[in-house]
C-alpha cells in the first residue's frame, strides 16, 4: 500500500506548531518525508510508502513533485494547511517515529545527515556535491541501508 506524498507531507506540517518550534521549510519537508518513506520501509519489510522516487540531488534527496508543491516558500516556512489527509494507524506510528527522532532539527542539519548516509551517496556517485543531478536513489538500497543500520545496532 502507498499513499500520495502530498498526505505524508501534510501529515508532518500538522505535527509542527509555531508555538513549539520554528516551523518546517521546504528542505526540512523534503527530509522528513524521505525518512518516513525510508523507516516504513524498514519496518513493512521493504514496501514503500509512496509510489514516487527521490533524487539525489545537492541539498540532499527530493521527491520531485513534493519539490515543485513547496518551492514558492524558498527557505521561509510552509504554514499549516487547513485540512488534515487522511493516513491510516500503520503510516501515522510510523511517521510519529520519524517525527520524535528528526522533528526538532532544522532542514540544514537532515541535510548534512543525508549527506552521510549511502543511499544518497551511492546515488550521486563520483559528481561533485555541488553539481545538480536528477540521480534516483534505489528504494532497494535505501531498504538495505536501514537494516544494517537497525541491525548493527542490535549487536
Given at each position: 500500500?502507498?499513499?500520495?506524498?502530498?498526505?505524508?507531507?501534510?501529515?508532518?506540517?500538522?505535527?509542527?506548531?509555531?508555538?513549539?518550534?520554528?516551523?518546517?521549510?521546504?528542505?526540512?519537508?523534503?527530509?522528513?518525508?524521505?525518512?518516513?518513506?525510508?523507516?516504513?520501509?524498514?519496518?513493512?519489510?521493504?514496501?514503500?510508502?509512496?509510489?514516487?522516487?527521490?533524487?539525489?540531488?545537492?541539498?540532499?534527496?527530493?521527491?520531485?513533485?513534493?519539490?515543485?508543491?513547496?518551492?514558492h516558500f524558498g527557505y521561509g516556512t510552509i504554514p499549516i494547511p487547513d485540512s488534515v489527509l487522511p493516513v491510516d494507524q500503520n503510516v501515522q506510528e510510523v511517521l510519529d517515529i520519524v517525527w520524535n527522532m528528526y522533528g526538532s532539527f532544522d532542514g540544514r542539519y537532515l541535510e548534512e545527515l543525508t549527506?552521510?548516509?549511502?543511499?544518497?551517496?551511492?546515488?550521486?556517485?563520483?559528481?561533485?556535491?555541488?553539481?545538480?543531478?536528477?540521480?534516483?536513489?534505489?528504494?532497494?538500497?535505501?531498504?538495505?541501508?536501514?537494516?544494517?543500520?537497525?541491525?548493527?545496532?542490535?549487536?
Amino acid at each position: 500500500m502507498t499513499i500520495p506524498v502530498e498526505n505524508v507531507a501534510n501529515y508532518f506540517l500538522h505535527r509542527s506548531t509555531p508555538y513549539t518550534d520554528t516551523g518546517i521549510t521546504p528542505l526540512k519537508l523534503q527530509k522528513l518525508v524521505y525518512y518516513g518513506h525510508s523507516w516504513y520501509m524498514l519496518l513493512n519489510n521493504g514496501e514503500p510508502l509512496i509510489d514516487e522516487e527521490f533524487q539525489a540531488w545537492v541539498h540532499g534527496p527530493v521527491c520531485p513533485s513534493l519539490y515543485r508543491m513547496y518551492k514558492h516558500f524558498g527557505y521561509g516556512t510552509i504554514p499549516i494547511p487547513d485540512s488534515v489527509l487522511p493516513v491510516d494507524q500503520n503510516v501515522q506510528e510510523v511517521l510519529d517515529i520519524v517525527w520524535n527522532m528528526y522533528g526538532s532539527f532544522d532542514g540544514r542539519y537532515l541535510e548534512e545527515l543525508t549527506h552521510q548516509e549511502v543511499p544518497w551517496i551511492m546515488a550521486r556517485g563520483d559528481a561533485d556535491h555541488q553539481q545538480p543531478l536528477d540521480a534516483v536513489i534505489n528504494n532497494e538500497l535505501i531498504y538495505q541501508y536501514y537494516q544494517e543500520r537497525l541491525l548493527g545496532a542490535e549487536t
